[in-house]
């Protein structure tokens, strides 16, 4: 199936790489019109080929993400999805955290959740209809590893906002919904984690493999398409089973 997004206009913010350009990529495909925000001006590159316009976006700003949602507004006349999937995750035990770096890791991650909401209530209020789509992650919500204290509050933050917003905007003819990946297979987890963590990953998930984008951007598609009209509050999974197994020795040997 093709055009599943025809004639919609998606702002999605955290796009020059990874997950956010794999979920444009999808988009685009699907005939969307779309406004791409990062603080990265590599993000420019991704625009550029998919035909979508860049705005610098820092989503822990409110006035920004209302300049990406206002530039939707007037290239497209309209804004039907949003998805925040900007997000940070440096590796920090809570001894070594300190306020400023909490408050930073708020501020993009779950306040950005707050701003990009709230940026695009209004245009969605209006037109009575909207697609309001987050990150989230099982890290938080379900599981975590040591360094992850205040990434796994504001993912697990992120499942109440979601909660909450959709509860607030059901009468409004918006949705919102979001997705949980589990390990995707990014720049930053290449940056971040080293090869042997990539390896343990791939034993802790029955299909085998990291995910990739894409695999996540699917999700996304769903929830932003006419087939999930009847969903709201919720996330969907993307971890290759990883949350299944009840410990590290799940294998069966083939007999
Ligand atoms: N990769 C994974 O395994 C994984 C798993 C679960 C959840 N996630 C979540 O998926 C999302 C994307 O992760 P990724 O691995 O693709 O990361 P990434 O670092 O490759 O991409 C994140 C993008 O967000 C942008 N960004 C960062 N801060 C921003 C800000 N303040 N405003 C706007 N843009 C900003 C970055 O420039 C980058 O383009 C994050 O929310 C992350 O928490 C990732």
Same mark, same amino acid.
């Given at each position: 199936m093709t055009g599943r997004l025809e004639g919609r206009t998606a702002v999605i913010v955290g796009a020059a790489r990874g997950i956010g350009?794999?979920?444009a990529q999808r988009f685009a495909e699907e005939g969307a019109k779309l406004v791409l925000g990062d603080t990265d001006a590599d993000c420019q590159a991704t625009a550029d080929q998919l035909g979508a316009t860049f705005v610098r976006t820092d989503?822990?700003?409110?006035?920004?993400?209302?300049?990406?949602?206002?530039?939707?507004?007037?290239?497209?006349?309209?804004?039907?999805?949003?998805?925040?999937?900007?997000?940070?995750y440096p590796w920090q035990l809570i001894e070594q955290t300190s306020p400023e770096d909490w408050d930073r890791v708020m501020?993009?991650?779950?306040r950005g959740a707050f701003n990009a909401a709230r940026a695009a209530l209004p245009p969605m209020r209006a037109q009575r209809?909207?697609?309001?789509?987050?990150t989230s992650?099982?890290?938080?919500?379900?599981? %975590?590893?040591?360094?992850?204290?205040?990434?796994a509050a504001t993912k697990a933050g992120i499942n109440g906002f979601i909660?909450?917003?959709?509860?607030?905007?059901?009468?409004?003819?918006?949705?919102?919904?979001?997705?949980?990946?589990?390990?995707?297979? %990014?720049?930053?987890?290449q940056e971040h984690r080293g090869p042997e963590y990539i390896?343990?990953?791939?034993?802790?998930?029955?299909?085998?493999?990291?995910? %990739?984008?894409?695999d996540v951007a699917n999700a996304f598609?769903?929830?932003?398409?006419?087939e999930a009209s009847y969903v709201t509050g919720t996330t969907i999974v993307v971890d290759g089973g990883q949350l299944i197994p009840e410990g590290a020795d799940f294998r069966i040997a083939p007999p």
């Open positions: 350009k794999g979920i989503i822990s700003s409110l006035s920004d993400a209302e300049a990406a949602v206002a530039t939707a507004i007037a290239k497209h006349g309209r804004l039907d999805i949003i998805v925040q999937n900007a997000g940070i501020g993009v991650n779950l209809y909207g697609r309001i789509l987050f992650s099982i890290t938080g919500p379900h599981v %975590t590893n040591p360094g992850h204290g205040h990434y909660r909450a917003a959709a509860l607030e905007f059901s009468g409004y003819g918006i949705t919102v919904n979001g997705v949980e990946p589990g390990n995707i297979m %990014t720049e930053a987890i390896a343990s990953m791939e034993a802790a998930i029955p299909l085998g493999r990291l995910g %990739t984008p894409r598609l769903y929830l932003a398409s006419e």
